[in-house]
């Protein structure tokens, strides 16, 4: 492993360290507010138990950015992401599509991907016990969102999808990213050119079909996509 190599895997798992930080506040802040407009819904004691998860994967991805030489610091503050015109029960819905929906399910496909390749051991026990509470993290989407649109009309969410995308997977996949480096699967970093082919396929076959059986319409989110991608 050469020196650039190491510095630019060390600098993915402190990315991966923050990003679950933030999804830990995220989870704690969403759980309060669901609760306070539904409180029959189980969604809350979910996402207090996901933002515990949240907290075990940013210690697991600190411990290998360490191995990789970086010690991870800088807690963001986590801001509310969802648009201002957006009144209290829209914008909790907003956010947690954009978390659950669209960035968990995001990162599965991620970290299926990763998995189906030769990884170094360490790299690989990371994975594995972070996959597999994504999976239900994404689930929580769904399932808030069933729960809504039980309720009321949550297509209007449509024309929002294309702001979500930019605002949960745009920095992680149209950075100044490194150039594609094969050498650097086996330390969990996808080449950016195979991350962006991931987020296109996962997008056009898991979370548009999936939004769409709420009856919100794709059509704004695959015209973002084919503007970046292709
Ligand atoms: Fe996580
Ligand atoms: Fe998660």
């Known amino acids: 492993m050469t020196e650039t190599q190491r510095r630019i895997a060390a600098e993915a798992w ?12 995220r989870f ?15 969604l809350p004691a ?19 950015a360490a191995i990789y030489g970086t010690a991870a610091t800088g807690l963001a503050k986590v801001v509310p992401i969802a648009p201002r015109s957006l009144e209290g029960r829209a914008a909790v819905l907003y956010e947690v599509v954009a978390a659950c929906c669209i960035t968990e399910t995001e990162s599965v496909a991620t970290l299926t991907t990763l998995l189906a390749e030769e990884v170094e051991p360490a790299v690989e026990k990371v994975l594995r016990a972070i996959a597999r509470d994504e999976v239900a993290h994404g689930r929580m989407g769904w399932a808030h969102l069933a729960r809504e649109a039980a309720r009321y009309d949550v297509s209007f969410l449509s024309s929002w999808i294309p702001a979500m995308l930019s605002g949960t997977v745009e920095e992680t996949l149209f950075p100044e990213a490194p150039p594609d480096d094969r050498d650097l699967l086996r330390h969990g970093v996808l080449p950016p050119s195979r991350k962006r082919a991931i987020f296109a396929r996962t997008l056009e076959e898991v979370v548009m079909p999936g939004l769409e059986t709420f009856g919100i319409d794709g059509a704004p989110a695959r015209a973002w996509l084919s503007a970046r991608i292709r």
């Open 14 to 25: 402190a990315f991966r360290t923050r990003v679950e930080h933030e999804a830990a506040d």
């Open 28 to 42: 704690t802040r969403l759980a309060t507010a669901i609760s306070r407009f539904d409180a029959a819904s189980p």
């Open 46 to 64: 979910m996402m207090q138990r996901a933002a515990e998860d949240e907290q075990r994967h940013a210690a697991l991805c600190a411990g290998l």
